[in-house]
């Protein structure tokens, strides 16, 4: 990799670490006034499926003989 490049996406680190820090922020203040939302929020951003989802998945079931 060339060095100018290396240079330049070492200037954007700090940049992304604050950007980091003022997300982390503003999220503290929404979770403070909004607990609830804020798990639901944080649940969804990992990937996570709500508990009991496979319960609530209609199941089919074909007329016998086909």
Not at 2 to 11: K, L, N, Q
Not at 12 to 29: N, R, S, T, Y
Not at 38 to 50: I, K, N, Q, V, W
């Amino acid at each position: 990799m060339p060095e100018e490049v290396r240079a330049h996406y070492d200037t954007l680190a700090p940049k992304g670490k604050e950007k980091e820090e003022a997300w982390e922020a503003v999220l503290a203040q929404y979770k403070e006034a909004h607990p609830t939302e804020t798990a639901e929020l944080l649940r969804r951003m990992a990937g996570d499926l709500p508990e009991g989802w496979l319960d609530v998945i209609p199941t089919y079931s074909l007329p016998v003989g086909t």
